[in-house]
């Protein structure tokens, strides 16, 4: 009790202040209607920042059951129980991510599969992407009402678009349909820097996975003598073997984007 008296001293002049602060903020605002609405507009976009770092800031915690890594560095958790497309900052949300389980997955074949616990009753639909926090694992091809299945990134039909990530030169991630842990980067000019151990991204330039997503490391690399691209193997930084747990990621704005970019034949002579 002493204790308490003790702590109320030291602050009663702060309490006093904030008191005669608040009484004099409700005196201004209360009879004047535009000061009333110019201060809860103000109050609830600071409470809707507070809540939103929060959020943000509670999800940070590395958990492979409920996290992915958006473009922006921002961690977020399983959005599909929300219909509501923009965060309480006012800003639309151009991904949503839905958790799932692996039930069934294949690594040895040339074209292998994943089967997903997760289907349309989730939200899931064909082309979403499939990613773990270590990159990306592949793309949905079917659902049903409670499973969908997914090309995994160890299958000879899938290609990735990807990008160094030290220099945004972009090319694409195939599989060698070999060795379950090893794939091929293309298209990357003999001319740009390369370094082993190099980092290999999702380049955004697909309606399916947002930028920054890690794929792969560089292992080995040579110049080719048929044309002006390097020869590059890469290492998947997802183990597939064992996996368990994913993200599906869909794209917001994918349906308009692809219809947009449906257009450009209209602009070939």
Known sequence: MDSLLIFFKRIYVLLIFIVLEVTAIV??????????SVFFTSA????????????HGYFSLKDEN?????????????????HNYVDTAGQILKYR??????????VSRQNNFITLDAGSLKGVKEDMGVVSPDGVVGVVVAVSDHFSL??????????VSA???????YGSIVWTGKDYRKAFLTEIPNHVELKKGDTVVTSGYSAVFPVGIPIATIDAFEKNSDDNFYNISVTFLNDLKSL??????ENLMQKEQLELEGLESKFVQ
Request: aromatic share 12%; hydrophobic share 45%; no cysteine.
């Open 27 to 36: 005196f201004v605002v209360r009879g004047d209607v535009q000061r009333n």
């Open 244 to 249: 368990n747990n994913v993200l599906i990621i």
């Open 44 to 55: 609830n976009y600071i409470m809707g920042k507070i809540y939103t770092v929060t959020w």
């Open 97 to 106: 991510y839905i958790t799932a389980a692996i039930v069934k997955n294949s």
């Open 163 to 169: 990008k160094l990530k030290n220099n945004d030169f």
């Open 66 to 82: 409920m996290e992915a890594r958006s473009a922006s560095g921002v961690y977020i958790s399983d959005t599909a129980k929300f």
């Open 150 to 159: 997914a090309l995994s990134v160890l299958n000879k039909k899938i290609g």
